[in-house]
């Protein structure tokens, strides 16, 4: 059934040409959207959703036989290792709390891995046997992050991001393997940059780092720093906003592999001469390409071009520099890269796909061959055998004339009689993106009925930097009214009645929400707002010191600006609100504290206006426990359920 499903997509997908870059977006005419008939389709159960497994990262086993990888089968987010050539998975570690960025010691006996707790972000570093054992929390350290280790040529040295709770930035840390001992590699003086360890020299002599800009806009370095000493090379020096940064080394260390936005504003791939310090281009597209993986020989390379939230790999040739596109069905195809996603061999890439109607998986593809092999299968039986319509990419002009892409779905067997309800779903960031994901939330709604639309408004990555930068001090504002367009285009199709639209979002998402229901109170019938800002002022007060660098990159001075902050607070219009609200919030939320959704509710209540909450313990920013996943998106359906179709 899973092939009979890809068959869909991939003849449903074609039919839409895809534009050659941005700036060749072609306006959809609402009318041509339509509802395709089905007689199989069917509420998806809540539950076989939630049961459907996430899948994240991977690495493969020194002798590329086994496959390290986080899953949820257990409804916990832990990890678990499979053969490389398929077979049964078994768990590595168990917790309640989630693990991830696993990376295995190239002598091939451990695996280390992070894992916060209670969703708080506080991530320590632990390993576990790779044949599996004891766990042993290595950092220990609860005020302090250690993340994304990167285990050093001779399984000595592990290099860690490190950020202590209360500092804005992150440095570089090494963890001595023999004694545990962790000291820091760099020392950050500015508050408003971040390291990042890429990879080390073969020789174990160097590690090169990025060193980029907390905020939102794309401002970066690659540095090579040397291990005995501490001393830092910038290898990509220049004057103004632009991104480099890299993403692996060559074996011998001679070249990089990098993203930048130098050529033309929008981000493109580029080999780094170390020696010399010169970009050959490898990338010339408006799209947003991203650098990925060496071969193990050096010999090529990889990355991947997201086209208008759509993702596919390319394998290069590093001689002839010729690319050639990886084919796998579409949706988001990339790189499962720890510390490389080619296999130690070099005749195997370990690549992740996921779309609009096909959960995360990992696939192993054959580069002799051309073909790949599905390794893990998330989905369980009942939905394999749910037909759900695929995301389509339409586009919309804004209020200013500005071209806006967004995903839709079209629940089957609709008629054009404007009856129907509708959401918008905001996302988060606002530095964030919309692609062609796999989502539950969005796999329940529509299943029962729900039209949904998905905007990438102004603000969004993917469209060029300038796009990105003009939401800037102007948060709630442009960006909101581009939401309120995308319920305009949704209504013109004809599907879709204008009391019947509600909107939900997540974080950035959940402050467009209550932004939304509170400026343009008309526009909504209902609303659904999870672990949203309403105030920037209070949230300056309980975030930690990264996002709270990050806030004001976003909306400037809180002193200065202090006119900006109020009028880019949904506390500011939180009494015209006319829409009943359901909040949903995680009370151990690092990002977005608890406080943030009382006074939402309280100022609600206050008013007597229609508000409902509820908290989750022991989770952080986003529900990551299975049953909460759960709870959350049946409340959000009994929601809408009631107050646009009016079902009690």
Known sequence: MRVLRILVVIALTIQICPASSPDDRQITDPKSVTSASNPAAHPVPIEDLYYTRNIAGGAWSPDGKQVVFTTDMSGRLNLWKVNAAGGWPIQLAQSDDRQFNPAWSPDGKWIVYQQDKGGNELWDIYTVPAEGGEITNLTNTPEIREESAIWSPNSAILALNYKPKESTVYDIALLDWATKKVHKLTNESSKTYSWSAVAWSTDGKTLFANRSEISGVPESDVYAIDIATGKLENLTAHQGKILFAASSASPDGKTLLITSTQKNGFQNVALLDVASKKLTWVTDTKWEAGSADFSRDGKSFTYIVNEDGRIDPYLVDRVSMRAEKIELPPGLNSFVSTPTAFSPDGNRLLLS???????????????????????????????ETTPLPPAQIVHYKSFDGKTISALMWVPFNLKRDGSDPALVLPHGGPTGQHVDYWSPQVAAFVSRGYICIAPNVRGSTGYGTDFQKANYKDLGGGDLQDEVYAAKFMESTGYVDPKKIGITGGSYGGYMTLMAVGKTPDVW???????????????????????????????????????????????????????????????????VPKEEAEQVVDSLKKDGKVVAAHYYSNEGHGFEKRENRIDAIRRSVEWFDKYLRNKQ
């Open 525 to 591: 019938a209902a609303g659904v707002e999870q672990y949203g800002i309403i105030n920037w002022f209070t949230m300056l007060q309980h975030e930690d010191a990264e996002l709270q660098a990050y806030e004001k990159s976003l909306l400037g001075d809180p002193e200065k600006d202090r006119k900006i902050y109020e009028q880019d607070s949904p506390i500011t219009y939180i009494h015209n609100v006319k829409a009943p609200l359901l909040v949903l919030q995680g009370e151990n939320d690092p990002r």
């Open 353 to 383: 796909h996921e779309s609009s109607v096909s959960p995360a998986d990992i696939w192993v593809y054959d580069i002799a061959s051309r073909r790949a092999a599905q390794l893990t299968f998330s989905a369980i039986a009942s939905l």
